[in-house]
């Protein structure tokens, strides 16, 4: 039975007072001295970032959506930027690893492409510093999109429509791998994840979310340590670590060998919408969230890169599903997105 509003915002404390918090989970807790406290940690940004050196614009937004989904970005005309990053798969594609040029399987799940306007490094292994630098990589892989930077440019040219389209957009610039890169960018920058259960609590409604997920929001800042890397509002430090997922991937550690942190690596995912994101880790290894929780709850596979952080937790079945009930109140009902009219 839900509680009155005054009743629920005292919750999370008497947990405290109730024992459900303790040790070292106390004296964390003890660190955020307030509720309140913890939760401002937590509150959306209210605008979304974008460089100076390319700006947002409705025009380049819309020119970089219907580069995003157009098929003749790859050499067989076949696969889009969207084959893997499908909005009814929360911008992901659903499958433990992404399939590239020729349905050949790749070594790595595709990420989602969520809130990645606030993202410092991209792809998994952190080796572009920007939306901008990350854009034409799977273009013009030749395990993914399998395009060359020449063709891309030379296709689009032939373009009447996309000519029109640049020249508006980029008027100074023209049709070039790095405008073409500005607009994929400038649009993936407006994929933002919506106002979830978890915000509306944050702003104040106290019957946004179950007191279950209330006491997996405690255990999420505490016990399970899951703040220490999935932070802020977009849950995530945009980091590298060795979660002590099982693989020989170096990931990380393949762009910086002399660092022994970062073998086996990989970058923190963002939590938003993550309930329709399965399966998980860099490699898809893992089926759902209950196996997630029960990895780092063994503390995973110890290796000399293995973060410190990642410990044999010691968590019960019921602090399990608490932290399942809290996780899922992330997850937003956002507008489903319509499919662009592709030029001709």
Known sequence: MMTSAPTQRSVLT???????????????????RSVDELKDRYRRPQTVPFPDDNSFTQDRAELG????????????SLVSCATCHN????????????????????????????????????????RADTLEAQALGPITSPDEMNLSSQELVERLKRVPRYVTLFRIAYPDENITPA???K??????????????????????????????????????????????CHRAWN???????????????LGRGKHLPKLGGMQHAFKTPTLRNVNRRAPYMHNGSVATLREVIDLYDTGGVARPSRSPDIRPLSLTSDEKEALIAFLKTLTSVDPPVCLPELPR
Not at 17 to 30: E, K, Q, R
Not at 235 to 249: K, L, N, Y
């Open 14 to 32: 008497a947990l405290l007072l109730l024992g459900v918090v303790t040790g070292a989970a106390h004296d964390l807790w003890a660190q955020s």
């Open 65 to 76: 959506k219907l580069l995003f989904f157009d098929p003749r970005l790859s050499a067989s």
């Open 87 to 126: 909005p009814a798969f929360s911008w992901g594609d659903g499958l433990p690893k992404a399939l590239g040029h020729g349905m050949r399987q790749l070594n790595r799940r595709t990420p989602t492409i969520l809130n990645v306007a606030w993202a410092d490094a991209l792809f998994w292994d952190g």
């Open 179 to 181: 405008t073409v890169a």
């Open 183 to 228: 607009a994929l960018a400038t649009f993936e920058r407006t994929v933002v994840s919506g106002i979830a259960p978890f915000d509306e609590w944050i702003g104040g409604s106290e019957s946004a979310i179950s007191e279950q997920a209330q006491r997996g929001f405690v255990l999420f800042n505490t016990k399970a340590n899951c703040a220490k």
């Open 235 to 249: 849950f995530t430090d945009s980091g590298f670590h060795d979660v002590g997922v099982p693989t020989e991937d």
